[in-house]
């Protein structure tokens, strides 16, 4: 083989090593130190020379801890209910502001304009709305004859109130990749469904949402994998509290490692909740090949017959 060819073979991964290189001690090293503490009793204040191994030790408290399952189903349902109704707010939304209308550019700024806000922001502005005393929704409530609601102190609103900020918040990046996706769609199948005689909800169920959704899945994935690592806008408003109705697992991985000092806990969390995220990551990606794989061989059905 000659130099030139075995230079053609070698040059895109000699490209690509700066940022392998990078990507191994940015990413792999702190798993791989992570994954490594998780062993140890190591707590705060003391070197990691002197923490005593305890094997799957870790791992056996945290599943023996009945927090640890309460934060799990937390978790689960502020995942599920923000990503659900983000969901469907936002490419209802995308439907809505698909036409060109007076005032587009003003819209998209004004939806857009929470997420550009920072996390702890966004969490001192709800928790003063949501103030029993001096906030705007009680405050509101008692405008038009009703009780104030205890927000952030009962255990029944809490969770739904942080839900509703994370709405709040992130509904625009689903709004966003919704309303790109729409405006991409081939022109050719929505004229030749209007030429078909189909209705402007029939367009939206059979043409635009399947079409649209590889980059709804995509966006799904990149909000769960995000709703499950959120500790700012919990923190600020609520520590978890009351009780452990909103302390989601993020948020006990923080306060086992800086408040009870128990960092070797605190890195075995961390890797319970990293496992939980890839295995959601791996099956929306074997979701996306099947459902890819299925429709390619649908298309060359149709092209055969």
Do not use: H
Request: hydrophobic share 55%; net charge positive.
């Amino acid at each position: 083989m000659s130099f030139s060819r075995i230079m053609n073979r070698c040059t895109p991964y000699l490209f690509l090593a700066p940022a392998g290189i990078i990507l191994i001690f940015a990413l792999l090293y702190p798993i791989g130190y992570l994954t490594f503490a998780s062993f140890f009793d190591w707590r705060m204040g003391t070197p990691f020379a002197s923490a005593e191994f305890t094997g799957f030790g870790n791992y056996l408290w945290i599943l023996q801890d009945p927090s640890f399952f309460e934060s799990f189903v937390v978790t689960i349902t502020f995942a599920v209910s923000v990503v659900v109704l983000e969901m469907l707010i936002g490419v209802g939304l995308a439907l809505m502001l698909e036409r060109p209308i007076k005032g587009m550019s003003v819209f998209r700024t004004i939806f857009i304009l929470p997420m550009m806000i920072a996390p702890i922001v966004v969490g001192l502005v709800w928790r003063y709305m949501y103030n029993p005393q001096f906030g705007i929704f009680n405050k509101t409530l008692k405008k038009w004859g009703f009780d104030p609601i205890p927000w952030l102190s009962s255990p029944d609103w809490a969770l739904p109130s942080v839900i509703i900020a994370d709405i709040w918040q992130w509904t625009p990046f689903i709004f966003i990749l919704s309303l790109a996706a729409l405006q991409s769609l081939p022109k050719s199948a929505l004229e030749a469904s209007r030429i078909d005689g189909a209705t402007g909800w029939q367009q939206i169920i059979y043409i635009k949402i399947p079409l649209m959704m590889p980059v709804l899945v995509v966006a799904g994935l990149l909000r769960i994998i995000d709703a499950f690592k959120v500790l700012e806008v919990i923190y600020i408003m609520t520590n978890g509290g009351p009780g452990l109705s909103t302390e989601i697992l993020s948020l006990q991985i923080y306060k086992t490692a800086f408040v009870s000092w128990q960092l070797g806990r605190a890195a075995a969390l961390s890797n319970i909740l990293l496992a939980i995220v890839m295995v959601i990551t791996i099956t929306m990606f074997i979701y996306t090949k099947i459902r890819n794989a299925r429709l390619a061989n649908a298309q060359a059905t149709v092209e055969n017959y």
